[in-house]
Nanobody, 115 residues
Framework: QVQLVESGGGLVQPGESLRLSCAAS????????MGWYRQAPGKQRELVAA???????NYVDSVIDRFTISRDNAKNTVYLQMNSLKPEDTAVYYC?????????WGQGTQVTVSS
């Protein structure tokens, strides 16, 4: 059974940084797409950042120049480095991993940015 285990969320002040990690374990093969989504209270889930198997990345406009997505293929792990955090970044962050035939989600990790 494939599992995505997220870590790294927490409570920080505006301007501070966090690094999220998501490790995929179990019988998972040929991971193509890895991404991070977030959902704030009362809002729809949105794509924050994604990275393909070839290393192509894309970001939602609001996090460009602040967030960086990366992946370690040997460890089936994706990271999200979040710098200069703002209160509007507060949300539950979800990891998403896609292979050719399957789509997996993590359980979510809370990120709260507040003074």
């Amino acid at each position: 059974q494939v599992q995505l285990v997220e870590s790294g969320g927490g409570l920080v002040q505006p301007g501070e940084s966090l690094r999220l990690s998501c490790a995929a374990s179990g019988p998972i093969f040929s991971i193509n797409y890895m991404g991070w989504y977030r959902q704030a209270p009362g809002k729809q889930r949105e794509l924050v950042a994604a990275i393909t198997g070839g290393g192509t990345t894309n970001y939602v406009d609001s996090v460009i120049d602040r967030f960086t997505i990366s992946r370690d293929n040997a460890k089936n792990t994706v990271y999200l480095q979040m710098n200069s955090l703002k209160p509007e970044d507060t949300a539950v962050y979800y990891c998403n991993v896609k292979t050719r035939t399957m789509n997996y989600w993590g359980q979510g990790t809370q990120v709260t940015v507040s003074s």
